[in-house]
C-alpha cells in the first residue's frame, strides 16, 4: 500500500488544519488507520488511530481538539486538528495497521505515508 499524507503547513497558534491521508493500491475501508507525529529530537508519537467501524483512539495531548475520521468512498483518512498549539509542530505521518484496535504503537503499523510537516508558531 503506498499511502500519501497532506495538508500540512504553517499556520498560527489556535488556527485548525486537517490532515489527509489517501492510498493506492488497495482500499483502506478494512484497516486501522493511524496518525503519528515526530518532532525534531523526540520519537515518533502516537496521535489518533481509528478501525474499520469507525471507533477511535487519541492520545491524551490531542484529545478534545484533533479528530480522526475516514470517508470510504474517497479512500481517505482525515485528521482535523484544531486549537493547535506550538508542541504540535512534528512531521505528520499516516500508517496503516492490521490491528482490530486502535493501538497506539508504531509497531504494530506496517505500511507508512511520507509525512506532512505541520508548524505551529504562538
Known amino acids: 500500500v503506498q499511502l500519501q499524507a497532506s495538508g500540512g503547513g504553517s499556520v498560527q497558534a489556535g488556527d485548525s488544519l486537517r490532515l489527509s491521508c489517501g492510498a493506492s493500491?488497495?482500499?483502506?475501508?478494512?484497516?486501522?488507520m493511524g496518525w503519528f507525529r515526530q518532532a525534531p529530537g523526540k520519537e515518533r508519537e502516537f496521535v489518533a488511530a481509528?478501525?474499520?467501524?469507525?471507533?477511535?483512539g487519541y492520545a491524551d495531548s490531542v484529545k478534545g481538539r484533533f479528530t480522526i475520521s475516514r470517508d470510504n468512498a474517497k479512500n481517505t483518512v482525515y485528521l482535523q486538528m484544531n486549537s493547535l498549539k506550538p508542541e504540535d509542530t512534528a512531521v505528520y505521518y499516516c500508517?496503516?495497521?492490521?490491528?482490530?484496535?486502535?493501538?497506539?504503537?508504531?509497531?504494530?503499523?506496517?505500511?507508512w505515508g511520507q509525512g506532512t510537516q505541520v508548524t505551529v508558531s504562538s
Open positions: 500508517a496503516q495497521s492490521q490491528r482490530f484496535y486502535p493501538s497506539p504503537l508504531w509497531h504494530d503499523y506496517m505500511d
Open positions: 493500491g488497495r482500499s483502506l475501508s478494512r484497516d486501522t
Open positions: 481509528i478501525i474499520p467501524s469507525g471507533d477511535t
